[in-house]
């Protein structure tokens, strides 16, 4: 079992990592020929920096639009963010000590995960509208990362694992040696929704993170009358003229 | 003026039939505005119910002369999916679009339409996703293995006919695109899709007999030089006799320093033509010589409404050659929301009109522009600033009669900008009202600025055969301007967009409202300026 989860990882890390590359390689390479920010815009790049901080930290303009799932989502990417990090207490040693004193929040932040998520998902099906645009993907993701969150809960909460050997098993795949991984089923559930989770992240929905910062209505300096913009597939046009 | 007549719409002969037609034209389909709601509650889904809203196809010889195939061409379903893929490596704004929504619902109930018709197709997500379904089957991995799973549809011809009828029901507003969390823009969908439908011989009859005009003629209404020349002496008689003022309204005047670049509409829509006599005022009484071209009469730019960057090139193309031929310092544009979109966002691209170019193709123009200015000046950025330097008088009791208040449009709101700061566009408006009227209300601010709702005309639907659309289109706009109406006594609504103006008078009746309710901003301009009348 423990080959069989390392070469997943390593499977699931290569994927990741290789999909998610390609993807923003793709959206640099693709030309956005117009300035079409959504005004009002920022009139300098520094405007726009902030103006995508404010996005990506306080989704703003999710808060502009609809309090509900503001808050439920806001609530799941923040727990998940800090769930994130505590993590990365199982792939380092020493620990840093940022990490060390997010430990305590990132414990909870694990239950305002889950119930950012529950909510999230509550409203798929109480919602008219939103139950309308719902496919099964979209209810999938979400019984995937509340299955993540819940079997991540319960073994630190309810029936623990050995998480030294668990650490000692991630510490091992990262200088390429195969530790035991303590035989507990609630781990291996854990551990292959979030293999799952890495692989179809590059090729889904989940693409919304990279996505953010290539939206051209978000990340366009409003200066056109100062600037000339123009894409190179655009500039052949002028030949003609 | 009869309500029939307003010309910016196509009048409503009746249309050629179309072999393969998607949208088969309907019998005059009954129009019902919807009652004011009163609390405006997001509508209960009404699946289909505006299914039977079906726009006239283009006839051969208008997609022709816009180079588009006449008929739906053998094979379209493979080459509209061919030309989706071209149009993803094209536009970043439709790939990462494509890919980015996670069904939050945010933006469902954005959208006018959706609010007027309740229909769930017009919720901009399902709008998308009808593009989004075709690009996840034949563009992703998961659309390929599991279609079923992610929503991905097959390119049919039932899914070309809903791409007919709901991306035209789409007025490429922008709302949503201010209330999604990634910045997904409709818009920008919905002219991809246009793209993809007249590529593979689809299109629309109002928008590409339009655009055939503009070719042919100079202008969106099609009216040639002559009859512009009349219309605009007439205009000088009409002034002169009503205030004494011998304001010019100059063509093709070579030398002048001005070029206004104005809708077609209003050289004798109304309440159009007002403002325009309010442009000539504001220059005669600044002692600004200016000249309209009979080569670019016509701001409007409908290239844009159908997503074809070559169209919206050619057509923006006439202003710069009329500038460089005519010699002016400076490009003006008067009052019209998309135009004003294309050519503050889009013309130095396009053309070269503005500043901070490194290439001799749009050098060669903007050294002769004036720098002194912003290339291309909105005529309110002309006229404000004029107000501030104390270069204009108003007798502001002159509109003491109309309590008036400020319609943004979409285009300007979301998509352009006046002025120095982010919001000026808000604000030059407004400050323009306020010096030349005592009296002035704001609506609801969740419908102005950049949350403001489309009229329910624009993008090219402004056509009578969508009129019961336009008219539910225009649902949210109408309570709010009743609320201020049942509040404050408002009379006048002003705005600064030529398709705002005709789709209002006609819409304004059904909701119970005097058509003359709507009007522009030059038009309160007009009323209120005192002129030099010596000369």
Redesign the interface.
């Known amino acids: 079992m423990s080959l069989f989860f390392a070469i997943l990882f390593y499977i699931a890390t290569l994927i990741l990592a290789g999909g998610v590359a390609y ?1 923003v390689y ?2 640099a390479r ?7 920010p ?6 300098t790049s520094g ?1 726009v920096a902030f103006r995508m901080f404010r ?1 990506v930290v306080f ?1 703003e ?2 808060f ?3 309090l509900w ?1 503001w808050a439920l ?1 806001w609530l799941f990417h923040v727990g998940l963010a800090l769930v994130l990090l505590r993590h990365l207490r199982y792939f380092t040693e020493p620990v840093n000590f940022i990490i060390a004193f997010i430990q305590p929040f990132g414990m909870y932040a694990g239950f305002a995960m889950a119930t950012g998520l529950a909510g ?1 998902w509550a ?1 798929r099906f109480l ?4 139950r ?7 209810h ?1 993701m979400l019984a995937l990362l509340l299955g993540i969150a819940v079997t991540g809960l319960l073994m630190k909460f309810v029936m623990h694992t050995d998480i030294v050997a668990v650490k000692s098993f991630f510490l091992g795949l990262m200088v390429f040696e195969i530790n035991p991984l303590p035989a507990h089923p609630g781990l291996y559930l854990h551990l292959g929704m979030v293999v799952l989770l890495m692989i ?1 992240f590059p ?3 989940l ?2 993170a990279p ?2 910062f ?5 990340n366009q300096v ?1 200066n ?8 190179p ?3 052949k ?2 030949a003609k ?1 | 003026m009869a309500d029939e007549t307003t010309p910016v719409a196509a009048a409503p002969a009746p249309p050629p039939a179309a072999k393969s037609a998607p949208g088969k034209p309907t019998e005059k389909a009954k129009v019902v505005a919807p009652a004011f709601r009163e609390y405006p509650t ?1 509508p ?2 009404k699946i289909d119910s505006m299914v039977e809203s079906n726009p006239y196809v283009a006839a051969a010889v208008h997609n022709e002369s816009v180079g588009f195939p006449g008929t739906l061409v053998e094979g379209w379903e493979q080459k509209a999916v061919a030309k989706m893929g071209e149009l ?6 439709l ?3 494509m ?12 959208c006018h339409y959706f609010i007027g018709t309740g229909d ?1 197709k017009n ?1 901009p ?2 709008r998308q ?1 009808l593009m989004r379904s075709v690009y996840r089957r034949y563009y ?3 659309g390929k293995l599991f279609p ?4 991905a549809r097959d390119m049919t011809k039932d899914v070309l006919d809903d791409w007919f009828r709901y991306y035209n029901q789409c007025s490429e507003c ?1 709302r949503c ?9 409709t818009a ?1 969908v919905t002219m991809a899709a246009k793209e993809i439908m007249h590529s593979v011989g689809l299109g629309h009859k109002y928008v590409n007999e339009i655009i055939g005009k503009v070719h042919k003629i100079g202008n969106n209404l099609g009216l040639p030089g002559p009859a512009l020349e009349n219309t605009l002496e007439g205009l000088e008689e009409d002034v002169l006799e009503e205030t004494g003022a011998a304001v010019k309204y100059p063509l093709d005047v070579k030398g002048a320093e001005v070029l206004l670049v104005t809708p077609s509409a209003d050289f004798f829509a109304e309440p159009h033509v007002d403002s325009l006599i309010g442009y000539g005022k504001v220059f005669h009484a600044a002692g600004i010589s200016w000249t309209l071209s009979s080569k670019a009469s016509e701001a409007g730019n409908f290239g844009m409404f159908i997503g074809n ?2 169209q919206m ?1 050619k057509i923006a ?1 006439r202003v710069r050659e009329a500038a460089l031929e005519l010699g002016v310092k400076r490009i003006v544009v008067g009052e019209c929301g998309h135009a004003w979109r294309v050519a ?3 013309w ?2 396009l053309t ?1 009109i ?6 001799p ?2 050098i060669q123009l903007q050294k002769q522009l004036d720098p002194n200015y ?3 000046s909105h005529i309110c950025e002309v006229t404000w600033d004029l107000i501030q330097q104390g270069r204009l008088k108003f007798n502001k009791e002159a509109n003491d009669h109309r309590i008036v208040t400020f319609h943004d449009s979409c285009n300007v ?5 006046m002025g120095d ?3 000026g ?2 604000d030059i408006p407004r400050n323009i009202i306020r010096a030349v009227a005592n009296h002035y209300v704001d609506m609801s601010e969740a419908t102005t600025r ?1 949350k403001t709702f489309c009229c329910g005309g624009g993008g090219g639907l402004l056509t009578d055969e969508l009129l019961d659309l336009r008219v539910k289109g225009a649902l949210p706009r109408m309570e709010a301007l009743n609320r201020i109406v049942q509040d404050n006594g408002v009379n006048f609504m002003a705005t600064i967009c030529a398709i705002c103006k005709a789709q209002f008078t006609k819409v304004l009746p059904y909701y119970g409202f005097k058509m003359s309710m709507v009007g522009g901003v030059h038009q309160l301009v007009s009323t209120a300026i005192v002129l030099n009348n010596e000369q």
């Not at chain 1, 309308?132 to 979209?138: E, L, R, V």
């Not at chain 2, 890919?99 to 954005?110: E, I, M, P, R």
């Not at chain 2, 503005?354 to 290439?359: E, S």
């Open positions: 993807r793709d959206y693709t030309p956005a020929p117009l300035k079409i959504t005004t009002p815009a920022p009139t405007g996005e989704f303009s999710l502009k639009s609809n799932i989502g999230l409203r919602v008219e509208r939103i309308y645009i719902s496919t099964p993907s979209d999938l179809i090729v889904s929905k693409l919304h996505g953010l290539f939206s051209p209505t978000r409003d056109p009358r100062e600037t000339r913009h123009l894409a597939w655009a500039a046009f002028e003229n | 997001i209960a889904l993803l490596g094209k536009y970043r704004s790939k990462v679009y890919d980015s929504c996670v069904h939050c619902g945010a933006c469902t109930d954005k769930p919720m997500v399902a996703d992703t991995l998961p079923k799973l992610v929503g922008r695109s201010v209330f999604c969390p990634y910045g997904i823009d920008e960057y070559e090139q193309m503050y966002a889009f130095n691209t070269g503005g500043a901070g170019a490194n290439d193709f749009a912003k290339q291309p709101a979301r998509g352009s900008r700061y982010a919001g566009q808000f950049e």
